[in-house]
C-alpha cells in the first residue's frame, strides 16, 4: 500500500490517476458532458462563495488529500 506522500512524489504531476486506500487508480479522460457538468457545478459554487467572501472553488480534477492513503481528483472542491 502506498501513502498519499508517496503517491504525490511518484504520480503528482500526471492526470487521470487517484489513490485509494493505497492503491493507485487510473481511468479514462471524461468526455464532454462531465466537463460541461462540471463546468456548469463550479460556476454556481464559485459565484455563491465569491460574493459571500467564504475561501475558494476549485476544479479540473484538483488532487485532495481525503485519509493518509487516500486522494481523489476533485470536479469542483470547496475550501473554507
Known amino acids: 500500500a502506498m501513502t498519499v506522500d508517496e503517491f504525490f512524489k511518484l504520480h503528482g504531476s500526471e492526470s487521470n490517476v487517484?489513490?485509494?486506500?493505497?492503491?493507485?487508480?487510473?481511468?479514462?479522460?471524461?468526455?464532454?458532458?462531465?466537463?460541461?457538468?462540471?463546468?456548469?457545478?463550479?460556476?454556481?459554487?464559485?459565484?455563491?462563495?465569491?460574493?459571500?467572501?467564504?475561501?475558494?472553488v476549485m476544479g479540473n480534477d484538483t488532487l485532495i488529500r481525503l485519509t493518509p492513503d487516500t486522494t481523489r481528483g476533485a470536479d469542483v472542491a470547496y475550501v473554507s
Open 18 to 56: 487517484e489513490l485509494v486506500r493505497g492503491q493507485v487508480v487510473r481511468y479514462p479522460m471524461p468526455g464532454i458532458r462531465h466537463g460541461v457538468v462540471c463546468l456548469n457545478a463550479g460556476s454556481v459554487v464559485r459565484e455563491f462563495v465569491r460574493a459571500k467572501k467564504l475561501g475558494r
